[in-house]
């Protein structure tokens, strides 16, 4: 089993301030989350099906227990205020939390 | 880098039949693809900004010419084949392909 949390940003007004804010202040914070397994960041290489995305970040635990844990903590808050500081840049298209199978 | 395709489907009509083809046969057909390093099968737990999706799934390659290598295969074009049958029983509401970058 995987936990995970997508955002699906949609492009933002000002490409360069985002980018800005989003390298320099919001993934240091997210490195920071406890229990944090594995975190992607990607760009919409092709969108079938809707208009293509601007980012696509993934972020993983353990479990949903070890997701929520992190999303409680300190860190998770501080993640959470900044995150809703992005969205004046980008705004969110989606956020899914899944609880994952692994297939493969 | 990972490259990525994710298919978001919205929910079917018959929730048993389409749950039905994809474990009995959309599943061994991914399986079969050429380089896939990983494949998740998620249930969306809580959807923030928008309705939630039936199920939301995920493969891996190394990088974009692995990922074009698998849906090039014969083994992708019969998944290919075989996913324009899935969408007759949950539409499929994003397909989405990435080039991730690894943050953790």
Chains 1, 2 share one sequence.
Do not use: K
């Amino acid at each position: 089993m995987t936990a995970r949390f997508l955002a699906l940003y949609d492009a933002p007004a000002d490409p360069e301030a985002f980018d800005r804010h989003y390298h320099e202040i919001h993934i240091p914070l997210i490195r920071q989350l406890p229990g944090l397994r594995r975190y992607s960041v990607g760009r919409d290489v092709a969108a079938l099906h809707g208009s293509p995305c601007y980012l696509i970040t993934q972020l993983e635990w353990e479990n949903m227990e070890e997701l929520r844990a992190a999303f409680s903590s300190p860190e998770g808050h501080a993640t959470a205020t900044d995150a809703a500081h992005l969205q004046e840049l980008a705004p969110v298209r989606r956020m899914i939390f899944t609880a994952d199978e692994e297939m493969v």
